[in-house]
Nanobody, 114 residues
Framework: VQLQASGGGLVQAGGSLTLSCAAS????????MAWYRQAPGKQRELVAT???????TYADSVKGRFTISRDNAKNTLYLQMNSLKSEDTAVYYC?????????WGQGTQVTVSS
C-alpha cells in the first residue's frame, strides 16, 4: 500500500489541525494503521493506532486531545488534533501494517507556535 500524508501546517497553541493519509494500491480496510511523529533531535514515537475494526489507542501525551479515525470507503486515515501544544511540533507520519507488510507515508510537518 502507498501512503500520502497531508494537512500539516503552522498553528497557534490551542488550535486544531486535521491530518489525512490517503492510501492506494491495496485493500486499505485490512490494514492496521497508525500515526507516528518525530520531533527534531528525538526518536520517532507512536501517537495513535487504529485496527481494521476501528479500535483505537493513544499515547498518554495526546490522549483526550487527538482522535484517530479511518474511512475505508475513501481509503483514508485521519488524525484530528485539538488543543495543540508546542511540544506537538514534529513531522507526522502515517503507517500501515498487515502481517510482514509495512508501509510509511512521506511525513507532514506540524508546527505549533506558543
Amino acid at each position: 500500500v502507498q501512503l500520502q500524508a497531508s494537512g500539516g501546517g503552522l498553528v497557534q497553541a490551542g488550535g486544531s489541525l486535521t491530518l489525512s493519509c490517503a492510501a492506494s494500491g491495496s485493500i486499505f480496510r485490512i490494514y492496521f494503521m497508525a500515526w507516528y511523529r518525530q520531533a527534531p533531535g528525538k526518536q520517532r514515537e507512536l501517537v495513535a493506532t487504529i485496527t481494521s475494526g476501528s479500535s483505537t489507542t493513544y499515547a498518554d501525551s495526546v490522549k483526550g486531545r487527538f482522535t484517530i479515525s479511518r474511512d475505508n470507503a475513501k481509503n483514508t486515515l485521519y488524525l484530528q488534533m485539538n488543543s495543540l501544544k508546542s511540544e506537538d511540533t514534529a513531522v507526522y507520519y502515517c503507517n500501515a501494517a498487515f502481517g510482514p507488510i509495512v508501509s510509511w507515508g512521506q511525513g507532514t510537518q506540524v508546527t505549533v507556535s506558543s
